[in-house]
């Protein structure tokens, strides 16, 4: 129930993340369009966009810890025990509580100097543009203790405790020594490229 439930809010941030950046297309495009074609412009094309922006990044970082696709390294982890990759794990995601806290709490801090600054052009408060890193502080938050939980109580397989994606480059990269090394096995092969005996004449 609390997986589905997880499932359906990521699903909801992926399409918020989705208007935001039709939004942001439409205001960016349309300013480059009134400016050079009628001497114009949308006053608050710029500023709502980059607050935009702001906001679609710390959202997308909220989907990513959901779907573990922060880049990493398993060259070490991948070769521990079960037990080896438990302990690290846990000791990663403390790690993370607790710059996730201090993002949080210097986040919420700007957010409450901030409150009653407007914005100079949209004249909403500069609070807005910080409460982005307080929301993803917060969902990041539970969702690593939610890992951290099903690791401790076993509920996740061995694979799924190396929470890391190689990069493309190292996929790549580890795909081409796979293959030269089974070329190379099959060169040294006894059989080797030597032709196989026919049955008969």
Same mark, same amino acid.
């Given at each position: 129930?609390?997986?589905? *439930?997880?499932? %359906?809010?990521?699903?909801?941030?992926?399409?918020?993340?989705?208007?935001?950046?039709?939004?942001?297309?439409?205001?960016?495009?349309?300013?480059?369009?009134?400016?050079? #074609?009628?001497?114009? @412009?949308?006053?608050?094309?710029?500023?709502?966009?980059?607050?935009? =922006?702001?906001?679609?990044?710390?959202? #997308?970082?909220?989907?990513?810890?959901?779907?573990?696709?922060?880049? @990493?390294?398993?060259? *070490?982890?991948?070769?521990?025990?079960?037990?080896?990759?438990?302990?690290?794990?846990?000791?990663?995601?403390?790690?993370? $509580?607790?710059?996730?806290?201090?993002?949080?709490? @210097?986040?919420?801090?700007?957010?409450?100097?901030?409150?009653?600054?407007?914005?100079?052009?949209? #004249?909403?408060?500069?609070?807005?543009?910080?409460?982005?890193?307080?929301? =993803?502080?917060?969902?990041?938050?539970?969702?690593?203790? $939610?890992?951290?939980? %099903?690791?401790?109580?076993?509920?996740?397989?061995?694979?799924?405790?190396?929470?890391?994606?190689?990069?493309?480059?190292?996929?790549?990269?580890?795909?081409?020594?796979?293959? *030269?090394? %089974?070329?190379?096995?099959?060169?040294?092969?006894?059989?080797?490229?030597?032709? $196989?005996?026919?049955?008969?004449?």
């Amino acid at each position: 129930m609390l997986n589905k *439930l997880i499932e %359906r809010y990521c699903q909801f941030l992926n399409v918020t993340i989705a208007a935001a950046m039709a939004v942001m297309v439409v205001l960016v495009f349309g300013n480059v369009v009134m400016r050079y #074609g009628f001497n114009s @412009g949308i006053a608050i094309s710029e500023e709502i966009s980059r607050w935009l =922006f702001v906001w679609i990044t710390f959202l #997308g970082a909220i989907v990513a810890i959901k779907e573990n696709a922060h880049l @990493g390294t398993d060259m *070490l982890v991948s070769r521990l025990p079960v037990l080896g990759k438990k302990v690290c794990l846990v000791l990663g995601h403390l790690l993370m $509580l607790f710059i996730t806290w201090l993002f949080f709490d @210097g986040s919420l801090q700007q957010a409450k100097i901030n409150w009653d600054v407007e914005a100079p052009v949209s #004249g909403l408060s500069v609070a807005i543009f910080y409460a982005s890193g307080v929301f =993803f502080s917060v969902c990041a938050a539970l969702l690593l203790l $939610l890992q951290m939980v %099903r690791a401790l109580s076993g509920q996740l397989s061995e694979a799924e405790l190396v929470m890391v994606k190689e990069s493309e480059e190292q996929a790549e990269l580890e795909a081409l020594q796979a293959e *030269l090394a %089974r070329e190379n096995a099959h060169s040294h092969s006894p059989l080797g490229d030597k032709p $196989l005996p026919h049955a008969g004449k």
